[in-house]
């Protein structure tokens, strides 16, 4: 009985910008880890960006220096604002959660639904 929604996908130019925002919600107790992923030609999740519950954060080199990963515990939300956008950032990007839902009997993995990100050179 949890979700993962993602928004803010679309379309833009190379060198321009996009936020995505990523909410999850349901029968939630806790949250540990969370962030965004996106999928490479094989359909395997690559890692772009973590953040801690602390707020620490972790950035595929690709990305570093361009992209920003934020988290709002008390909603649940996590953003990742994306900077000088290049061709290959095109992908489906996919929001990630480790959940420990309410009465549950364990930590899960959770995933979005993924959002596109198409950008023109």
């Known amino acids: 009985q949890v979700q993962l929604v993602e928004s803010g996908g679309g379309l833009a130019q190379a060198g321009g910008s996009l936020s995505l925002n990523c909410t999850a919600s349901g029968s939630i107790f806790r949250i540990n880890g969370m962030g965004w992923y996106r999928q490479d030609p094989g359909n395997n999740h690559d890692m772009i960006a973590r953040?801690?519950?602390?707020?620490?954060?972790t950035y595929a080199d690709s990305v570093k220096g361009r992209f920003t990963i934020s988290r709002d515990n008390a909603k649940n939300t996590i953003s990742l604002r994306m900077d000088g956008l290049k061709p290959d950032d095109t992908a489906v990007y996919l929001c990630?959660?480790?959940?420990?839902?309410?009465?549950?009997?364990?930590?899960?993995?959770?995933w979005g639904q993924g959002t596109q990100v198409t950008v023109s050179s």
């Open positions: 953040i801690t519950n602390e707020g620490g954060t």
């Open positions: 990630y959660a480790r959940v420990l839902g309410a009465g549950a009997r364990g930590w899960k993995d959770y």
